[in-house]
């Protein structure tokens, strides 16, 4: 069926340090790819996005590349501050068939001051 | 900026009895989804809603799930019997058109006692 790996599982950084995160989806159709950030007992809050027909996107300090080919896509955070410590996850979704998102594991990152 | 939004934060119920988790998701989307999050662990998809009618659904969403529609607001999750491994944060989640950004409620807490 349908699955989304993502890696790390947690992640530790220094304040400044760049932070990555890695993603493998199996559904060839995906073609929509969201990464959302959690904090605790809160909902999930979409980042950024980045569609099939595009292999690089940009927003500041975040960035998501993907590779169609090999079926993987991948979180940057740059310059890394402590509020961006939280959970993040990524997401696949084929956008022709309801946009139902399928979430990896998330990656709990913690950036220390 | 509109939000989706849920009712109750917070529910604690008995084994066996049925709960019913309100949504009400933002005004001119078509898509409606539920989510669920066990502590500590991935969000997970149960169902999706579209044009009054389940669209797609998992394997979670079993014959003690249902979701309704009732008003042209409310969005609706139903569960007929409860199990302590229902246990969870529940996700209300909707979309303009289910080819884009998915926003997410606030949660619903289910505690199965």
């Known amino acids: 069926g349908e699955n989304v790996e993502q890696h790390p599982s947690t992640l530790s950084v220094q304040e400044g340090d760049s932070a990555v995160i890695k993603c493998t989806y199996s559904?060839?159709?995906?073609?929509?790819f969201p990464w959302y950030k959690q904090e605790l007992g809160k909902r999930p809050q979409l980042i950024i996005d980045i569609r099939s027909n595009v292999g690089e996107k940009k927003d500041q300090r975040i960035a998501v590349t993907l590779n169609k080919t090999a079926k993987h896509f991948s979180l940057h955070i740059t310059e890394t501050q402590p509020e961006d410590s939280a959970v993040y996850f990524c997401a696949a979704s084929n956008y022709n068939q309801g946009g139902k998102l399928i979430f990896g594991q998330g990656t709990e990152l913690s950036v220390k001051p | 900026e509109p939000e989706v939004t849920q009712t109750p934060s917070h529910q604690v119920t008995q084994m066996g009895q049925e709960v019913i988790l309100r949504c009400v998701p933002i005004?001119?989307?078509?898509?409606f989804y539920w989510y669920r999050q066990i502590l500590g662990q991935k969000v997970e998809f149960l169902v999706s809603f579209y044009n009054n009618e389940i669209s797609e659904k998992s394997e979670i969403f079993d014959d003690q799930f249902s979701v309704e529609r009732p008003d042209g607001s409310n969005f609706t999750l139903k569960i007929r019997s409860t199990k302590l491994e229902d246990s969870a944060m529940y996700f209300c989640?909707?979309?303009?058109?289910?080819?884009?950004?998915?926003?997410f409620g606030q949660g619903t807490r289910l505690t199965v006692v």
């Open positions: 989640a909707s979309s303009v058109s289910g080819q884009g950004e998915t926003f």
């Open positions: 005004s001119n989307h078509l898509y």
């Open positions: 559904d060839s159709a995906s073609n929509y």
